[in-house]
Structure formats: C-alpha cells, structure tokens
T-cell receptor
Framework: LAKTTQPISMDSYEGQEVNITCSHNNIATNDYITWYQQFPSQGPRFIIQGYKTKVTNEVASLFIPADRKSSTLSLPRVSLSDTAVYYC???????????????FGSGTRLSIRP | DTEVTQTPKHLVMGMTNKKSLKCEQH?????MYWYKQKAKKPPELMFV???????INESVPSRFSPECPNSSLLNLHLHALQPEDSALYLC??????????????????FGSGTRLTVV
C-alpha cells in the first residue's frame, strides 16, 4: 500500500497561491495520484487526478515529477472558502481485492485568512 | 447523474436498536465503499464491494453488516452499536475496471455522509 505524507496544517491569505506537497515514496506503477477536499461534516470532494507530469483543471494544478515519489497540489488565488482539509490519495480506484486499497493519510488542514 | 446519495443524513439510535444506512448511485460504478470518519480524523475504510460482491472487509465488527442488493445500492445494517461507533459514515463509488494508461478521471465519488449518534 502506498503511504502518503503531507504537512499537518498550512496557513495562507486570500489571493495567494498555495502549494501542498505530498510524499509517496512507494507508489506503484499502476497508481494514480488524486487529491480531495473535505469540509466539516461533508464527504470528500474530488479536486484533481494525475499519473505523471502536470495536470490542470479549472480549480487546481497538480505537478508530478518524473520519479512520481511526490506530488504538489497548487491552488491559485485562494479564498476563504478554500479553508478545508486536503487529502492526497495514491492507488488504483477499483474494487478489486487485489488492487491497492485506498487509505487516507492524515491530510493537510488549510486555513485561509482575510 | 454524478452523485452518490446517502440517507438518512442524521441518525440517532440506541444501543439495542437495529437501523440501516442507505447509499445509492446511478453512475454505472461497479465498486462501492463504506468509510467511517471520526471527528478531525481521516476516513477509515470499512468495506469494499466489487460487482456486488464483498471484496474487502477491514476487520470490521459484526455489528456492522454490509449489503449490496444491486449495482446501484449499498446498505449498511447496524445492530447493537456502542457509543464509540458514533461517527460520520461515508459511502463512495468508483469504476471497477481501469485500463492502465487510459485517459479520463478515475476516482471515488463520495456521498455527503450519514452522521450517526449512538446513545
């Protein structure tokens, strides 16, 4: 199982770019890297997913170096509403018993200030 | 439809009660999951169903009994729970087959959860 390590917490200000790095040294060949956002008492919400290099969507960018042992979620121009817990997950999102089980790490608690 | 719907949103039950949590999705996902989340902790995997068959049970106590009656529904039957079982119970679904290198987005879709309180 690929274990992930993230900073426990981060603080930033509105309008700033925030980068959250996740370490996953034992990532497997088939594993995808996926980031989720979670607000209190809600289910995690998908943000972005990648396999290698860079992926960008309307809310974030994901940077993955060639060795894939880490990844960085980049949130441009954050607002107060981006205050949440961010989880980096590594694995293959299938129900096969032989596939990687997706295990949540501790996540990063991001606090945005005015 | 790109949602996972969980009912009820809130549930209070006594330790001798029997209740069920329900999860429904219509995205054609053939893998479904139950997670348990305590306050300020990450979600913990409980069960995984693949093609309506239980494929992973993370050593969950038998007072939690999952059921997958069809490809769209996932239930979690609760009986004789303890106060420490109070938590947010999350259901998720995903595709059950991914071809390596396929383009697209492959991840979990989570429901909003059921907030369970055992008294």
């Amino acid at each position: 199982l690929a274990k992930t390590t993230q900073p426990i917490s981060m603080d930033s200000y509105e309008g700033q770019e925030v980068n959250i790095t996740c370490s996953h040294n034992n990532i497997a060949t088939n594993d995808y890297i996926t980031w989720y956002q979670q607000f209190p008492s809600q289910g995690p919400r998908f943000i972005i997913q990648g396999y290698k290099t860079k992926v960008t969507n309307e809310v974030a960018s994901l940077f993955i170096p060639a060795d894939r042992k880490s990844s960085t979620l980049s949130l441009p121009r954050v607002s107060l509403s981006d205050t949440a817990v961010y989880y980096c997950l590594v694995g293959v999102f299938t129900g096969y018993s032989s596939a990687s089980k997706i295990i949540f790490g501790s996540g990063t608690r991001l606090s945005i200030r005015p | 439809d790109t949602e996972v719907t969980q009912t009820p949103k809130h549930l209070v039950m006594g330790m001798t009660n029997k209740k069920s949590l329900k999860c429904e999705q219509h995205m054609g996902h053939r893998a479904m999951y139950w997670y348990k989340q305590k306050a300020k902790k990450p979600p913990e995997l409980m069960f995984v169903y693949s093609y309506e068959k239980l494929s992973i049970n993370e050593s969950v106590p038998s007072r939690f009994s999952p059921e997958c009656p069809n490809s769209s529904l996932l239930n979690l039957h609760l009986h004789a729970l303890q106060p420490e079982d109070s938590a947010l119970y999350l259901c998720a679904s995903s595709q059950a087959k991914i071809k390596l290198g396929a383009t697209g987005t492959y991840g979990y879709t989570f429901g909003s959860g059921t907030r369970l309180t055992v008294v």
